[in-house]
């Protein structure tokens, strides 16, 4: 958050901009590329561990009316992301978005926050600056982390030290939306474990699961922000904590789990910072379903579909992935993390972690 | 039985006193009485229909002389009547032919020529003068003056009903400011509710006629119409008529008429594409309708114990042995060479023998000599020789060999589901009809295809009275195929023509060989199509349009008649917009501007699917929206009309494919041209829209940058794929060095033409451009090819004070960025 940091992102904008102004000047037609970001583009860095974009470029250019309007966005944009660092000032997406409503020219305000984030993932990628560096926040993340970690975080009323479980209620210690400002003081945590909701994440907490295994429990809160993301790859890094992800038994769980351990589509620019490929997942399997015999739903349509884009998914081409959809697809039915708790609240605690944990070498 | 008799002198009393009240009916009583058949009805289609006549007339008879033609309508209100007149400058009549071309019906001289005209029948101006005298009894009133004259003619006319007699009631010497030309001055009951045919009527025409000048002044109007080109309609030939299209009535005429001794001579001398070859052909088929062909039998094989050699010689009489054997052997190996023989083939070989054998051993092979062979030869052929008659009766089984012959030709010709057995019976009693025609006199077996047919119908229906088997129609016309096509035309010669002439019957085999004959579609210089370069030059005249397109089909021909049609489209500028397009008809022409719904080209229009070619057609079908004007004009000697009112033409399939062929040759145009107006139009708007949004970029980049704004014609250009024109101006010591480039960033080559006026005179200039001095400034042309993504540059020095002015040609404006 220093000032150099932030006169630095400013000076990647405004270079931008300065490149559309020499193509203008070279009569050449202002464009910009960025790498496609669909799961046809991405590849495994083998270097890094992390999937990143591969060499395949759509390019913004001014020469249908649609890319036009869209550099103009860019442009508009540009100005003012340059001129909230100029105040150290920031603001969310979602503003971004109204923001546009006030600029002069009807042409270049956003038709929805889509377009608006996307080229703010767009800027990012031309820039080499993360959004973070724009002053750009996501709306909230919200998630938390409970557990024997004792950290320090840099506020814009100064610093605080806050132990995860002795300082924080129930609800647990909250991830702020730029965990780089964090400095970890001291860890007692064996293990992280990555819940994705709510319901499970409370369970855990009540029944002491922290404590009992040092478990540093993070609540994913769905699909992740990168703000989880970044703290959970920090955690690994840093402190050299194993990294587990628990989830429903369902494919956009997996996507889930995809996510923390090899990077999202949308975000694998930023693969080598956010994506922790070391993470392990849990469960729910489809194995676990026929092994313990759990409640299931029946596999909807967009299940299948999503289970078929799924195995054509490159992050996805392991043993171990294609033969737990393909059984899942065989099975054709789904459950639930909270199904376990047809054998009794404690089985999770008790019985289903402690043996996957286990069978996977972790504790 | 007396009061009966007395009741027949009764009825020849009636029948006399009806004979006394029956009477000729001239032609202008019938007019009078059937006034709508030639499109007078009503007054305000009266006053219509004598514009088209006199109008028409008018038009021919200048182009005739070869003068353009200059033409004046005046219709004014005189009381409870209206006067038309109608003026041209063509070569005026002279005091004998004038009362009959104004006054008699059915008198022209069109009616008879195979020639394209818009007259035919010679009955339209004078029944316009008719039903002027019918309705007002006023004369007509006739000016007139001959090229040369000094002085015009004056006449006043009226036509004698009862007789079709044109009356001259005034004549005499008047002066008219035309130098030739004729007038006609009409008074007839009518009214102007049909002004807008009236309209329609001068306009088309002036479309179809871009060579005339027309004018009409109407009571409360005045409209003119200048020529568009001095070009007048290429002369029509006349042309003889073509063998396909005539009937029994005129080829019988036409004999009578014709100096020509023979057939032959008669078809090559007054028909049009008949040659020897061709004249030959149509006599060929002639033959077979008037004579029969033979009948061809297979000659004996020698499987069969029928010794021809031995016939020739028993009926060969004190020639001596030698020559009377080699006589008959060379009859034998003759016939043996055929594959089927006709009477008249045998009666071919035995006088080659005949001849041989007088040559060879000089003795005298007379006529009864070579018709005793004839005969011995040819009833073996037919097995009607004493002997073989004689077996096949005694034993019955041993069928003739007519039977055999004939059962294979029918077996071949006949459903293979038909028992051998029927077949067989079929064919014997098929065979036994050529016996009773030996018999009859006719041994030559000459029978025309009527007979043949008779003969295999009597044969059917007597197998399907003792068979009880069908011998249906399509089985008996099969048979009847196949034995005719064995048959062989005869050689006779053709009746000469005087025997023709009056004999109905073989006339009418002439006729009906002429049509059977293949014959080459007739020639197209009796037509005289308006050529596409007028179509749109008349268009172009009448219609203030953003686009024409026209098509001249080739000729074609139907029923004898030669054809041609032709299509034009005009489409946008200032043609009415709402409701569906107009279509202009035309035949020979002249404007159809009645009766439309019942007009083939109508049709074939709506049959059109007009969305394919970027209209409007609501449904799919019908006629299209928009605005659009479309015309048909089909040329030919004899237009088929639905009615003698000439309103529309009749659905001809022959000329209505024509009709849709052209119409989409022209359609074709339409669209390419209706494409690129769309892209051009989405090019505008593109350039519309990033017009605005590139300016605004720039803008904000150099806010954005604290900079200078940058020039972004160039990537404007780029952007469009235009073409940039863009002039620099440097410094160059005491003057300034001056350069215009062309950069094409299209992806065609385009051609520009530039003209750059410079206020003081340019030195240096480039080696390709040319400089012009007028009124004090420098005209400087240069005219460049660029090719796609390629640059190219004018250069010049001018002192430093110098203003330009460029202007740039030769590409769409949508294209092209100049910046100088």
Request: net charge negative.
């Amino acid at each position: 958050m220093s000032a150099d940091n932030d006169q630095q992102a400013r000076e990647q904008l405004i270079d931008l901009a300065a490149q559309f102004y020499d193509q203008f000047e070279l009569g050449e037609i202002p464009h910009m590329s960025v790498p496609t970001r669909t799961k046809n583009n991405i590849e495994y860095d083998e270097d890094k561990g992390v999937w990143v974009y591969g060499d395949r470029e759509s390019t913004r250019s001014a020469n249908s009316v649609r890319g036009a309007r869209k550099l103009l966005k860019a442009v508009y944009t540009i100005e003012f992301l340059a001129n909230q660092l100029e105040e150290d000032r920031s603001s969310t997406l979602r503003e971004l978005y109204y923001l546009s409503e006030s600029w002069d020219n009807n042409e270049a305000q956003f038709s929805d926050q889509d377009e608006s984030n996307g080229l703010i993932e767009d800027l990012e990628i031309v820039s080499g600056v993360t959004r973070e560096d724009f002053h750009m926040r996501p709306e909230e993340s919200g998630a938390t982390i409970m557990g024997p970690l004792h950290l320090r975080e840099q506020t814009r009323r100064g610093e605080r030290d806050i132990h995860c479980q002795e300082d924080v209620g129930e609800g647990g210690y909250q991830i702020p939306n730029n965990p780089d400002t964090i400095e970890f003081l001291d860890c007692d945590a064996d293990f992280i474990l990555a819940v994705e909701t709510g319901g499970m994440r409370d369970r855990l907490v009540e029944n002491g699961f922290d404590d009992e295994y040092n478990a540093l429990i993070v609540h994913l809160k769905g699909q992740p922000a990168r703000a989880t993301r970044r703290i959970i790859k920090r955690l690994h890094d840093e402190l050299d904590l194993p990294v587990t992800v628990f989830a429903d038994g369902d494919p956009w769980s997996y996507r889930i789990y995809g996510s923390v351990a090899y990077g999202s589509i949308k975000s694998a620019h930023l693969s080598e910072y956010l994506a922790t490929p070391a993470a392990q997942y849990i469960g729910i399997q489809p194995a676990d379903i026929v092994e313990y015999d759990l409640p299931t739903d029946p596999l909807s349509d967009s299940d299948i579909n999503a289970l078929e884009s799924e195995l054509e998914d490159p992050r996805f081409q392991t043993d171990y992935w294609e033969e737990q959809i393909e059984l899942q697809l065989e099975i054709g039915k789904k459950s639930e993390q909270q199904s376990l708790a047809a054998r009794g609240l404690d089985f999770v605690t008790e019985t289903y972690l402690p043996e996957r944990l286990s069978e996977m070498g972790v504790i | 039985m007396t009061s009966f008799q007395s009741t027949l002198e009764d009825e020849v009393g009636i029948a006399e006193e009806l004979a006394e009240s029956q009477q000729a009916i001239s032609i202008a009583e019938f007019f009078e009485k059937n006034k709508h058949m030639l499109g007078f009805d009503s007054g305000a289609r009266g006053l219509v229909t004598a514009v088209k006549e006199a109008v028409d007339n008018a038009l021919d008879a200048a182009e005739e002389s070869g003068i353009a033609p200059d033409i004046y309508v005046e219709i004014e209100e005189v009381g409870d009547y209206y006067r038309l007149i109608v003026e041209d400058n063509g070569p005026g009549l002279t005091k004998d032919s004038l009362p009959k071309v104004f006054g008699k019906l059915l008198y022209g001289s069109r009616f008879h020529a195979r020639e394209q005209s818009r007259g035919q029948q010679g009955i339209g101006i004078s029944a316009a003068v008719l039903y002027a005298q019918l309705t007002s009894g006023k004369p007509a009133k006739i000016t007139s003056r001959t090229q040369g004259a000094s002085e015009a003619q004056y006449f006043e006319l009226i036509v004698d009903t009862d007789e079709n007699e044109p009356e001259i009631s005034v004549e005499e010497t008047t002066s008219w400011d035309r130098p030739h030309g004729t007038r006609i001055e009409l008074e007839m009951e009518a009214n102007m509710r049909a002004r807008g045919q009236l309209h329609d009527y001068i306009k088309h025409t002036a479309v179809v006629n871009p060579h005339a000048r027309l004018e009409l002044r109407e009571p409360k109007n005045h409209f003119k119409f200048e020529r568009a080109t001095d070009q007048l309609p290429e002369e029509t030939e006349e042309i003889r008529p073509h063998p396909h299209g005539v009937e029994l009535g005129t080829v019988m005429k036409m004999l009578s008429a014709t100096d020509s001794q023979t057939v032959s001579g008669f078809l090559q001398e007054e028909f049009t594409r008949v040659g020897k070859k061709t004249a030959e052909s149509i006599i060929d088929e002639f033959r077979d309708r008037y004579y029969g062909r033979e009948m061809r039998w297979r000659p004996p094989t020698t499987g069969e114990d029928i010794d021809l050699g031995a016939a020739v010689s028993a009926a060969t009489a004190n020639k001596g042995a030698d020559a009377t054997a080699a006589f008959a052997d060379a009859i034998a190996d003759a016939v043996a060479d055929h594959d089927r023989i006709a009477h008249h083939e045998l009666v071919d070989a035995v006088d080659v023998a005949a001849a041989d054998a007088e040559a060879d051993y000089g003795t005298t092979f007379g006529d009864t000599v070579r018709e005793n062979a004839v005969e011995a030869v040819w009833l073996e052929i037919i097995d009607a020789a004493d002997d073989t008659e004689a077996d096949s009766k005694s034993d019955g089984t041993a069928a003739s060999r007519l039977v055999a012959e004939l059962y294979t030709l029918a077996d071949e010709a006949t459903s293979t589901r038909k028992d051998d057995e029927i077949i067989h019976a079929f064919a014997e009693r098929l065979a036994a009809t050529f016996d009773d025609e030996s018999e009859a006199d006719n041994v030559r077996h000459r029978l025309t295809r009527t007979q043949l047919r008779e003969f295999v119908d009597r044969a059917a229906e007597l197998t399907e009275e003792y068979d009880d088997v069908s011998f249906g129609e399509t089985a008996r016309e099969n048979v009847t195929d196949a034995v005719w096509d064995v048959m062989a035309t005869v050689p006779d010669d053709p009746p000469l023509v005087r025997e023709l002439d009056s004999d109905r019957d073989a006339a009418s085999n002439l006729v009906d060989g002429m049509r059977a004959a293949d014959i080459m579609a007739p020639p197209t210089r009796c037509l005289s199509p308006i050529t596409e370069e007028l179509i749109t030059a008349g268009l172009k005249k009448e219609f203030d349009a953003d686009f024409y397109a026209s098509a001249t089909r080739d000729a074609d021909v139907h029923g004898g008649d030669p054809f041609i049609v032709e299509a034009g489209i005009a489409y946008g500028g200032e043609i009415q917009a709402e409701g569906s397009a107009d279509v202009m008809r035309f035949a020979n022409r002249v404007p159809l501007v009645y009766q439309r719904g019942a007009c083939a080209t109508t049709d074939v229009v709506k049959s059109i699917g007009w969305r394919n070619y970027g209209l409007d057609q609501p449904g799919g079908s019908g006629l299209p929206n928009g605005p659009a004007v479309i015309m048909i004009h089909v040329a030919s000697t004899n237009v088929p009309f639905t009615s003698e009112s000439k309103d529309a033409v009749a659905n001809v399939p022959a000329i209505e494919d024509e009709i849709e062929l052209a119409i989409r040759e022209a359609a074709r145009e339409l669209k390419s041209y209706l494409n690129k107006r769309r892209s051009m139009q989405q090019r505008r708007k593109k350039q519309n829209v990033l017009g605005k949004i590139l300016p605004e970029m720039a803008a904000k980049v150099a806010e954005v940058t604290d900079r200078e704004e940058p020039d972004i014609n160039d990537a404007v250009a780029r952007i469009m794929n235009n073409v940039l024109v863009e002039r620099s101006v440097k410094e160059n010591g005491d003057g300034q060095a001056v350069s215009v480039t062309v950069e094409n960033n299209s992806n065609t080559a385009e051609s520009l033409e530039i003209t750059d006026i410079v206020t003081a005179e340019p030195t240096n200039l480039s080696e390709d451009a040319t400089v012009v001095e007028m009124d004090g400034e420098w005209f400087v042309k240069w005219d460049i090819d660029v090719s796609s993504d390629d640059e190219a540059a004018l250069e010049y020095v001018v002192p430093d004070d110098a203003a330009f002015d460029l202007d740039v040609k030769g590409v769409e404006s949508e294209k092209l960025t100049v910046s100088a």
